[in-house]
């Protein structure tokens, strides 16, 4: 299957899936983490447990939900808790496995914003959303997977406002911080695959899409990108995954 | 015992001026059309409190209700942006809106903080972000056992919060399910509530995956079938996912967001 | 995804000598099998924590399984004392009980600590009691806002909690409803969990009231019918309320107590 | 109708229901408290909420509960929590009018004690079954009525161990401990009625039930007991009260 048969966003999305282990905890957000933990729950990891932050445990939408608070969520799930619950019972004594986080910057330590870019907090050039569910998914799930399209606009060196905590300034700041989780392992973009240097906690070139050069990645990030020794190149989607893929999507009119 | 009152009777009672307001609901059951009635009723200067200030905050920002934001996700679901309330942020419009901003884990704390008479929650957050440097209400709190340091955030008292259920009895005990989100803490949180309902029913079968609030624990319940609109109500209607798509371009523009407002709010039939 | 275990191997793999063990229910769905089996394994050394350590634990204790108890009610509920507790605490039979002494609010704020993975809790509680006199683990801790001191207590971690519940289903996702006490709290506070059914079933069909504890936040399942006799499984089993009354000859003697546990857990088959 | 028609606990029983008004919200316990709140409901308060601490809200149960945790209240309950939720947003921040005691001694400032009698606490002469709910439900409830039968024994001076806390040492003490509710307004006994004196906050006598001296109340009180000014006489049991209090004796077993 050739590059031109799938777009990079669906690399992206089929990247993400890959990165799940079946019969793990996964708290997902709506938008491509949503659908890259369904498409896995579809295809390798059928026993993936999905976690929403609206209370939902456990669900097992059989199409894409289009909200964090979807029907869909509570009429399929184990069980539908309180949001307090979801955060106090659930996340933040670090049951889940993985958490999914999407942001609007990201730095060469896997800091997030998704806060304010530009000018001053009082005074932002843009306003985000804000942090939502984030701080807390990335400083107490055992593993974080980011999910971002790169580009020097969002990959920069210093993020302007640390909405959720990477490694923060480098080795030993999420100890230093009490932060009880791993940390982000991988960041997945559509162009490839980050992961932070075990020494120095900077976010790495690992892998590539088919098709996407190093000179690419390295012209999408604002900090100068190392890259790992002989970045792999990703096995393209499967016509399986693919297939899967459209299929969720179609059940849905979902923009993402 | 709660009071059975029309919605513009319970809001024109419990909602004042200058009041600390919580309106909740997680993507589900949002009291849309009581946020219509607060702007139909023109009030002024009120703190609005609220996890996730999504369309129902955009209207109520733009139709010029509001001084301050309480919350911890602002923008519109699944669509992206909320523009009048970055219009307000960035441009003071139609007034300015001073922030106060928190996470999901710490809103959801404050308001079981406030629903248990503490005045204040204990969470693991915050930590190592920007937060704490620009919210005045992020402090911490040692563990007198371990001597860990731990985040503390003040209780959340609202002067009223109003939700939306599916059901209310006649002695006002309101019945809500599917995903329940953190109402039952912000009504228990508030010195004043009224819930909007779908139904008033003579009894209240019971429904797994219930909440119920007892009536003498609600100050006033107003029949308003609908109410959640363009938001939803398990079992009662779905999501209007056009709307909130439409809504971008509705609120990107001043004047038409003037218009809508004018037309589908100001203009719309106070309901009985 | 919770192990489907037998009672006996439940135990032996979950119970061990010295283990901080709480055994929960309130009134109803109280694992009194569990208990049993305790005893016919011969554990010692154990810290036995539960909020009303009723006959269940008064047979622990006769049965010299227990060295310590945290627990904030002891009592046989509408009866009277329990003698096994009030001999081990006033002359040492079978062997001393060191006491730790809690309010309900108390336990039951510490289980939540435990479950919230948070180092303590706070409450308004004990203040002007002579609780704070005799239970170390009691604190305080001032508000970092108002600067009101409130109660500190510390979290309750126990290495296993046992609990009795209605139903699970093959992946081992535990269905309990009625009167749900803190067992959902005392199960995540743990460190390992060992849960007992009536049912084992294919599908757990939702009923209103319920919680729903997932499989994979559960270690171990255990199909035990009548496994709260005499406390009861709502919708299985009513309350035998004749045996707590006559708990109360039975466990005033040392030797018609010894005889008791000899014929009724001693000599029981263990469940398979 | 004469004493010798009714017994003095059922004399306590309906003294104790009487004190409760419709409407009012009821932290209730097993044996007469859960009597006489049941009394009350079926007599002249049948819109009062009764809360029980296994986490029935709103129960209306059709016989005596048995236990604290009788199905028969989780079936009739407007709804079921959780134990913590019970304490937590329901005791803990005052919503609750009226809390039930009763108590194995009571001193002159209405303090509780159901923890240890003689000795030390590490070795007691006699061991109680300890605090449950009693500490929080005297600290926070609106008012509190005690419930518990007169003797030397148990009326006395200063409790051996402060269990739960009524007036302290006396005036002052509940503001200065920041106790939110109002204390023991009023014990009930076999013999009458004692409240807090509104200056130095030491129960009085202030009813005797009908046939009672003021000489026994005295007989049965271990500090020097003051007596109001006439102390009035409660009315006897009505015939219907005392048909409701025995039919709803007869929907069950319990002992008291």
Chains 1, 4 share one sequence.
């Not at chain 1, 955060?87 to 496995?97: A, E, H, S, T, V």
């Not at chain 2, 007034?95 to 503490?118: D, I, K, T």
Request: proline share 7%.
């Amino acid at each position: 299957m050739s590059a031109a048969d799938w777009s990079a966003d669906e690399m992206m999305t089929v990247a993400a899936a890959r990165q799940l282990r079946d019969g793990t905890v996964c708290f997902v957000g709506i938008g491509l983490p949503s659908t890259a933990a369904n498409l896995a729950r579809v295809t390798h990891a059928p026993g993936l447990v999905l976690v929403y932050e609206s209370g939902c445990l456990g669900a097992k939408p059989d199409r894409l939900p289009l909200s964090i608070g979807d029907g869909v969520l509570a009429d399929t799930a184990d069980a539908v808790v309180s949001v307090p619950e979801v955060f106090n019972y659930w996340l933040q004594p670090g049951r889940i496995d993985v958490g999914f986080l999407g942001a609007a910057q990201l730095d060469r330590h896997g800091n997030l914003n998704t806060t304010v870019i530009g000018g001053s907090y009082a005074d932002p050039s843009v306003r985000l959303p804000g942090a939502g569910g984030a701080p807390e998914i990335a400083a107490s799930c055992g593993e974080v997977v980011v999910i971002v399209r790169q580009s020097r606009r969002t990959f920069v060196d210093r993020v302007d406002f640390v909405t959720s905590v990477g490694y923060g300034a480098g080795p030993g700041d999420r100890a230093r911080l009490g932060l009880r989780g791993g940390g982000p392992r991988t960041v997945i973009t559509d162009l490839g695959v980050l992961e932070p240097d075990p020494a120095t906690r900077e976010l790495t070139l690992t892998r590539l899409h088919p098709g996407v050069t190093v000179a690419q990645a390295r012209a999408a990030t604002g900090w100068p990108l190392a890259v790992a020794d002989g970045p792999t190149t990703n096995e393209p989607p499967t016509p399986a995954e693919l297939a899967a893929l459209r299929a969720l999507r179609a059940t849905s009119g979902a923009t993402t | 015992m709660a009071k059975i009152v029309s919605l513009a009777d319970g809001i024109a009672e419990l909602v004042h001026d200058g009041d600390v307001v919580a309106l909740e609901g997680f993507t589900h059951l949002i009291p849309f059309a009581a946020g219509h009635e607060i702007i139909r009723q023109g009030r002024r200067g009120l703190t609005l409190v609220r996890m996730t200030p999504d369309v129902i905050y955009d209207q109520l920002i733009g139709a010029g209700c509001a001084s301050r934001l309480v919350f911890s996700w602002g923008g519109n679901p699944g669509v992206g942006s909320l523009h009048r309330f970055r219009d307000a942020v960035q441009h003071a419009w139609p007034a300015p809106l001073e922030l106060e901003e928190h996470s999901h884990a710490g809103m959801a704390n404050r308001y079981v903080a406030g629903a248990s008479g503490l005045p204040f929650a204990v969470l693991r957050g915050y930590t190592g972000t920007d937060l704490p440097r620009h919210t005045a209400t992020v402090r911490t709190v040692d563990c007198p056992f371990t001597g860990e340091t731990l985040t503390a955030l003040p209780a959340l008292r609202p002067d009223v919060t109003v939700v939306h259920a599916q059901r209310a009895d006649r002695a006002g005990n309101v019945q809500l399910w599917g995903i329940t989100g953190v109402q039952k803490e912000a009504v228990l949180a508030a010195r004043r509530s009224l819930v909007t309902v779908e139904e008033l029913v003579d009894e209240l079968t019971p429904v797994p995956g219930q909440v119920v609030l007892p009536g003498w624990a609600v100050t006033a319940v107003a029949r308003v079938p609908g109410g959640a609109h363009p938001s939803y109500a398990q079992g009662y209607s779905v999501r209007d996912n056009d709307f909130y798509r439409d809504w971008d371009a509705i609120s990107r523009d001043r004047d038409a967001f003037r218009a809508w407002i004018a037309r589908h709010v100001l203009a719309t039939e106070v309901p009985a």
